[in-house]
């Protein structure tokens, strides 16, 4: 098993940053990948970020390349998201997995374990 603990959710203005913390523990060395994917209201999880445990490679959604990213501190145990240049339509609640099956896979079921996420609101 793999526990996962997401933080760092809030209220933001557009334009501005947050950072979204993601603990794990349990069996993480049994982990491949991590990922990051949101839900906003009233639509289904999507992908925004994954990045391989031990290499670091990183995989962003289009959507959200050059405004986010994705980084992790194994010593830690704990994976990272940092959001730049906020906009409203990255207002969602926003859920860290963990894959140990594949790397860079965008789909939600795909991966076994998941936090129960954090809410991000972006708004005046």
Known sequence: ?????????????PGGSLRLSCAASGRTFSVVAMGWFRQPPGKEREF???ITWRGGLTYYADSVKGRLTISRDIAKNT??????????EDTA??????DRGGVGRTSAPAYEYWGQGTQVTVSS
């Open 48 to 50: 925004v970020a994954a």
């Open 79 to 88: 994976m990272y998201l940092q959001m730049n240049s906020m906009k409203p």
């Open 93 to 98: 609640v926003y859920y860290c997995g963990a």
């Open 1 to 13: 098993q793999v526990q996962l603990v997401e933080s760092g959710g809030g209220l933001v203005q």
